[in-house]
């Protein structure tokens, strides 16, 4: 399962949250499903919804704009290690070990084959 991550603008984690298969929405008002103290962001500022196997990043038409990697977006599919940035609030988009082991398998790789090849790598 992936993980949105809120930074500081030195880059330590503030707080995480799990991203899951229901849409998880974030801003600074009762009604957003991650409420952030920052004045420069919308109520709903922006959504992560699953699309396919992945997911995507929804601006929910916030006045101050949703970024990632440093674009403004209106929606875009979220790869791991994207940067978000809402308002002056910083976040990262990560994959957890559980969408790791999922995306081996589909590529038939097993975990204790890529378990195996790290492990060997030590070894050297």
Do not use: C
């Amino acid at each position: 399962m992936p993980y949105l991550i809120q930074k500081n603008a030195n880059g330590t984690v503030v707080r995480q949250w799990d991203v899951t298969m229901k849409p998880l929405s974030l801003g600074r008002g009762e009604q957003a499903n991650i409420q952030i103290d920052d004045e420069e962001l919308s109520r709903v500022h922006f959504t992560i919804l699953p699309e396919g196997d992945g997911f995507a990043i929804q601006d929910e038409k916030s006045t101050n704009g949703t970024y990632v990697n440093g674009k403004r977006i209106t929606r875009v599919t979220l790869k791991p290690n994207d940067r978000i940035r809402a308002g002056q609030t910083l976040f990262s988009f990560v994959d957890g070990l559980s969408t790791v082991i999922r995306k081996l398998e589909k590529e038939d790789r097993h975990y204790s084959t890529f378990v195996k090849k790290l492990t060997d790598k030590d070894k050297k």
